[in-house]
T-cell receptor, first 110, second 118 residues
Framework: RKEVEQDPGPFNVPEGATVAFNCTYS??????FFWYRQDCRKEPKLLMS???SGNEDGRFTAQLNRASQYISLLIRDSKLSDSATYLC???????????FGSGTKLNVKP | GAVVSQHPSRVICKSGTSVKIECRSL??????MFWYRQFPKQSLMLMAT?????????EQGVEKDKFLINHASLTLSTLTVTSAHPEDSSFYIC??????????????FGEGSWLTVV
């Protein structure tokens, strides 16, 4: 079983739509959680960390459900520029282990 | 966020030659850096964890004699692809953890290096 699993998509949504991605992780000892955005042929860039109480940054909301071992990313009012692949990253107790999901591709269409 | 720089961004080399890729943390000291490889339309694959002043830790299936990693200073790690072959052509990305951040475990990526072996 993979450490981190994501639906690869693609999610094709119209501009202005709300879209949500989930990511499940297998190790209950995981401590830190992140969402990264990767544009085509570019490096991943940190979008936001995911805190236990949930957190929001503008149109983006991240949540953590430890009981069910998943994190989510909600994007409201989608923009064309949101089109990218979204990677979830999980860090386990050992700081030197970061596990990546395979990414979820989002296409926002006019 | 912290800044990680990678060089070169693109390199083309002949089969059988070696290529060195550098990864630098520009505004923090990184005791640990990570090297990944990403094939088109695939996810990042961790190759090795580079620890300053000690040997790198390689993931299963990654040949340490082929992918030489050196982390001689707190701001520089290098990946050398030795005796490169066309199947080594890929996008290589480094990342580093900024221990100075409050969480201490956010990682930042270099811009990546496209390697093409002809």
């Amino acid at each position: 079983r993979k450490e981190v699993e994501q639906d690869p998509g693609p999610f094709n949504v119209p501009e202005g739509a709300t879209v949500a991605f989930n990511c499940t992780y297998s190790n209950s000892a995981s401590q830190s959680f992140f969402w990264y955005r990767q544009d085509c042929r570019k490096e991943p860039k940190l979008l936001m960390s995911v805190y236990s109480s949930g957190n929001e940054d503008g149109r983006f909301t991240a949540q953590l459900n430890r009981a069910s071992q998943y994190i989510s990313l909600l994007i409201r009012d989608s923009k064309l520029s949101d089109s990218a692949t979204y990677l979830c990253v999980v860090n386990q107790h050992n700081f030197n282990k970061f596990y990546f999901g395979s990414g979820t591709k989002l296409n926002v269409k006019p | 966020g912290a800044v990680v720089s990678q060089h070169p961004s693109r390199v083309i080399c002949k089969s059988g030659t070696s290529v060195k890729i550098e990864c630098r943390s520009l505004d923090f000291q990184a005791t640990t850096m990570f090297w990944y490889r990403q094939f088109p339309k695939q996810s990042l694959m961790l190759m090795a964890t580079s620890n300053e002043g000690s040997k790198a830790t390689y993931e299963q299936g990654v040949e340490k004699d082929k992918f030489l990693i050196n982390h001689a200073s707190l701001t520089l790690s290098t990946l050398t692809v030795t005796s490169a072959h066309p199947e080594d052509s890929s996008f290589y990305i480094c990342s580093a953890r900024d221990p100075g951040e409050s969480s201490g475990n956010t990682i930042y990526f270099g811009e990546g290096s496209w390697l093409t072996v002809v």
